[in-house]
Antibody
Framework: QVKLQESGPGLVKSSGTLSLTCGVS?????????WSWVRQSPGKGLEWLGE???????NYNPSLESRVAMSVDVSKNKFSLNLSSVTAADTAVYYC??????????????????WGRGIQVTVSS | QSVLTQPPSVSAAPGQKVTISCSGS????????VSWYQQLPGTAPKLLIY???RRPSGIPDRFSGSKSGTSATLDITGLQTGDEADYFC???????????FGRGTKLTVL
């Protein structure tokens, strides 16, 4: 069974950098799947932050691209999120998730099939 | 305001059927697959439907999805009190180049 677990500071100072790590078990980071970050705040609902492949290729949410960086550590089966210049608007529950893939005859669909339990991150002034 | 529009809330009695809609545009739902997620209170979202209408292993057939044009629908039949949760639709938007989620629909089983 695939399991993901977020870890990192629950409190980050305004203008600082939010850094989280997601540990994966039951699957290898080196598999064909991509690995994602999603956050949820009361005011904005679910927001996709971006995703990374085992080789380090990334897709970021254009609205956050200047502040987001993701990395992967294949040897530790983990991937990470850095979000810089944080403000109170970045206060949210942060989830890591696996991007699943299903391919039919003509095309493929992508979906988030396994999620971590989430970690609350609060940005303080 | 989200690009994907869902009703804020729906309700129905136990045993009944409920339909949750997700309306988008040609840049998202119209040309991409839709997935649905269930979020029980205090927990992480859980995949319910992918590829518009496919269920992952372990999801009861009481949950079904469909898509027509630029809208998608999640149907839940034989409602149970344990189905009370928030339900989100999700897809890719080719114009915004981002994965999108609806704002979510809160299901109350009366």
């Amino acid at each position: 069974q695939v399991k993901l677990q977020e870890s990192g500071p629950g409190l980050v100072k305004s203008s600082g950098t939010l850094s989280l790590t997601c540990g994966v078990s039951g699957d290898s980071i080196s598999s064909s799947n991509w690995w994602s970050w999603v956050r949820q705040s009361p005011g904005k609902g679910l927001e996709w932050l971006g995703e990374i492949s085992h080789s380090g290729n990334t897709n970021y949410n254009p609205s956050l691209e200047s502040r987001v960086a993701m990395s992967v550590d294949v040897s530790k089966n983990k991937f990470s999120l850095n979000l810089s210049s944080v403000t109170a608007a970045d206060t949210a529950v942060y989830y890591c998730a696996r991007l699943g893939l299903y391919c039919g005859i003509t095309s493929c669909s992508f979906f988030l099939d396994y999620w971590g339990r989430g970690i609350q991150v609060t940005v303080s002034s | 305001q989200s690009v994907l529009t869902q009703p804020p809330s729906v309700s129905a009695a136990p045993g009944q059927k409920v339909t949750i809609s997700c309306s988008g545009s040609s840049s998202n739902i119209g040309n991409n697959y839709v997935s649905w997620y269930q979020q029980l209170p205090g927990t992480a979202p859980k995949l319910l439907i992918y590829d518009n209408n496919r269920r992952p292993s372990g999801i009861p057939d009481r949950f079904s999805g469909s898509k027509s044009g630029t809208s998608a629908t999640l149907d839940i039949t034989g409602l149970q009190t344990g189905d009370e949760a928030d339900y989100f639709c999700g897809t890719w938007d080719g114009t915004l180049n981002t994965r999108l989620f609806g704002r979510g629909t809160k299901l109350t089983v009366l």
